[in-house]
Every structure is written in structure tokens, then in C-alpha cells.
């Protein structure tokens, strides 16, 4: 199964951490609600592997993650 990048809009932080503020969903800009973890993982469903935001995103919750500065949402 082949990973499909997405654009993300993210803040930078002095500290170091990155946190994501939206995605670009198919031409649709959709704002992160919430962050309820952050974690190095891999991707059981899409390969790959890096640092997964467990987001919700319109009242949904997905899989967000950053692999080497490149984006991905885990496939359901």
C-alpha cells in the first residue's frame, strides 16, 4: 500500500517540537481540533514510520504522521 503526502500547516516551537495546525484534504483546508498525543510509531497500516499525532479533525480522530518532514494520514 503506497502512502499518499499531504500538505500541513505546523508551528515550529523553539523547544524543538513541531505541532501540526491543518491539513489540506483534497483541496479542502481542515483545522486540527485537538492533539491527544504525540508519539514516535510506526504506521502499522501504511508503512513507514516517525512521529504520529493522534488528532481530531472534524469530530473524527485519525493517525497524523510526520516521516522525515513529509505527512501522512494512516489509512482506516
Known amino acids: ?3 499518499k ?12 517540537k513541531t505541532r501540526p495546525i491543518s491539513i489540506d ?7 486540527v481540533d485537538k492533539i491527544s498525543d504525540i508519539r514516535q510509531a510506526a504506521s502499522l497500516k501504511g508503512g513507514g514510520q516517525g ?3 493522534t488528532c481530531k479533525i472534524c469530530g473524527r480522530d ?3 504522521f510526520c516521516d522525515e518532514g513529509l505527512w501522512f ?3 482506516y
Not at 503526502?5 to 524543538?16: L, P
Not at 484534504?25 to 483545522?31: D, F, H, K, P, T
Open 1 to 3: 500500500m503506497e502512502k
Open 5 to 16: 503526502f499531504i500538505k500541513v500547516i505546523a508551528e515550529h516551537h523553539i523547544d524543538g
Open 25 to 31: 484534504w483534497n483541496g479542502r483546508n481542515l483545522e
Open 51 to 53: 512521529t504520529r499525532y
Open 62 to 64: 485519525i493517525y497524523l
Open 73 to 75: 494520514i494512516e489509512k
